[in-house]
T-cell receptor, first 114, second 112 residues
Framework: DAGVTQSPTHLIKTRGQQVTLRCSPI?????VSWYQQVLGQGPQFIFQ???????GRGNFPDRFSARQFPNYSSELNVNALLLGDSALYLC?????????????FGDGTRLSIL | RKEVEQDPGPFNVPEGATVAFNCTYS??????FFWYRQDCRKEPKLLMS???SGNEDGRFTAQLNRASQYISLLIRDSKLSDSATYLC?????????????FGKGTMLLVSP
């Protein structure tokens, strides 16, 4: 069975540009979460979506937005890119939103801002 | 105080050694707890959930002390393949949402 898939794998952008990252959850999983991981740190929570509804938002600026589609896939958008946005962006899925359900991560999108 | 704090590491141990990782969390409302491992430049992978009664999975044993807000992971008979960064993870959410908060991670290097 396919795990969480993310695209693209790598991306290079310049300051001020916009980027869209994509995620397909594990089949049957309805919840998708996004995380940002900068070098040397643990992942930081950005958003959680369930049934197309935002269920949680981390401490990130409004330049970050996301949505979930009827097939439960998700997109993360980042506008007006800054150098500090360079990071590994991870998508995770779980069957639902219950707090005891572990989340399973995709390989991530490595975003570099020049 | 950071929400989830882990031993800074790295831990360098020989094959066959027993190694223990410690983690503390600040929010007493935290609901569930996990250990993930992350290989260099890869995604985090679930190692095990942590239950109040403590739980074991082969060479791995996890403990939770809610009163002290402390979580531990014990690895016995270390293998070379155990070399990775171990992430302590706390879930603050309720039934309607889940928000994983990660520690910075502790790197383990197992040598022959």
């Amino acid at each position: 069975d396919a795990g969480v898939t993310q695209s693209p794998t790598h991306l290079i952008k310049t300051r001020g540009q916009q980027v869209t990252l994509r995620c397909s959850p594990i089949s049957g999983h309805k919840s998708v979460s996004w995380y940002q991981q900068v070098l040397g740190q643990g992942p930081q929570f950005i958003f959680q979506y369930y049934e197309k509804e935002e269920r949680g938002r981390g401490n990130f600026p409004d330049r970050f937005s996301a949505r979930q589609f009827p097939n439960y896939s998700s997109e993360l958008n980042v506008n007006a890119l800054l150098l500090g946005d360079s990071a590994l962006y991870l998508c995770a899925s779980s069957p639902g939103t219950g707090n005891s359900q572990p989340q399973h991560f995709g390989d991530g999108t490595r975003l570099s801002i020049l | 105080r950071k929400e989830v704090e882990q031993d800074p590491g790295p831990f360098n141990v020989p094959e066959g050694a027993t190694v223990a990782f410690n983690c503390t969390y600040s929010n007493s409302a935290s609901q569930s707890f996990f250990w993930y491992r992350q290989d260099c430049r890869k995604e985090p992978k679930l190692l095990m959930s942590v239950y109040s009664s403590g739980n074991e999975d082969g060479r791995f044993t996890a403990q939770l002390n809610r009163a002290s807000q402390y979580i531990s992971l014990l690895i016995r008979d270390s293998k070379l393949s155990d070399s990775a960064t171990y992430l302590c993870v706390v879930n603050l959410g309720g039934w309607r949402y889940s928000t994983l908060t990660f520690g910075k991670g502790t790197m383990l290097l197992v040598s022959p």
